[in-house]
């Protein structure tokens, strides 16, 4: 059950596109399509901006969009704002009905 | 409104024990799997464990296995996690977070979360 691999922290200017990559297994990412992203202001919880890799919740912007490639998703802010500046966290359902997180992104709007 | 509160968290000697408590409001919580997740101060996400509707399904994170356990009280809208054992290393917010609506592999509402604080 070791975390998902992601980057520490990733930054863009505002209108720009950046995208946070999340690395993990055959026995995780890779197994099913069960990954979520979760974004997290500081002090609050977390909220879910896209799961089942690609798919979002409502009243989440489409400017949030998820892809997987093997042991490998992502997930891209289209049209970067000031308001996404938080912490960006990965999880995938794994192969022993557990779930794993990844470490975290950091997210800087310049 | 969908609202999950915790409670029960604080300061404990490491080997001692706690029992988280989370009120449910706002959705009929016994047709939802939930879950505990918590985060370390300056920390990640951590899974830490999930029980089925009726409890009697439950899966645990390797590190906590043995020493928590979780369980639900449906007639109280009501999710527990019973923490014996206590190791500086569960120092953490504990969230409580319901698998979602959408694919029931993710949390779509989650409360504030509760501090627990491991130290002698």
């Known amino acids: 059950q070791s975390a998902l691999t992601q980057p520490a922290s990733v930054s863009g200017s505002p209108g720009q596109s950046i995208t946070i990559s999340c690395t993990g297994t055959?026995?995780?990412?890779?197994?099913?399509?069960?990954v979520s992203w979760y974004q997290q202001h500081p002090g609050k919880a977390p909220k879910l901006m896209v799961y089942?890799?690609?798919k979002r919740p409502s009243g989440v912007s489409n400017r949030f969009s998820g892809s997987k490639s093997g042991n490998t998703a992502s997930l891209t802010i289209s049209g970067l704002q000031a308001e996404d500046e938080a912490d960006y966290y990965c999880?995938?359902?794994?192969?022993?009905?557990?779930?794993?997180f990844g470490g975290g992104t950091k997210l800087t709007v310049l | 409104e969908v609202q999950l509160v915790e409670s029960g968290g604080g300061l404990v000697q490491p080997g001692g024990s706690l029992r988280l408590s989370c009120a449910a409001s706002?959705?009929?919580?016994?047709?939802?799997?939930m879950s505990w997740v918590r985060q370390a101060p300056g920390k990640g996400l951590e899974w830490v464990a999930n029980?089925?509707?009726?409890?009697?399904?439950?899966h645990y994170v390797d590190s906590v296995k043995g020493r928590f356990t979780i369980s639900r009280d449906n007639a109280k809208n009501s999710l527990y996690l019973q923490m014996n054992s206590l190791r500086a290393e569960d120092t953490a917010v504990y969230y409580c977070?319901?698998?979602?609506?959408?694919?029931?592999?993710?949390?779509?509402?989650w409360g504030q979360g509760t501090l627990v604080t491991v130290s002698s």
């Open positions: 977070a319901r698998e979602s609506a959408y694919s029931g592999y993710d949390w779509d509402y």
């Open positions: 706002g959705f009929t919580f016994s047709s939802y799997w």
């Open positions: 029980i089925n509707q009726d409890g009697r399904e439950k």
């Open positions: 055959s026995s995780d990412v890779g197994y099913y399509n069960y």
């Open positions: 089942d890799v690609t």
């Open positions: 999880s995938s359902y794994t192969s022993t009905s557990t779930w794993v």
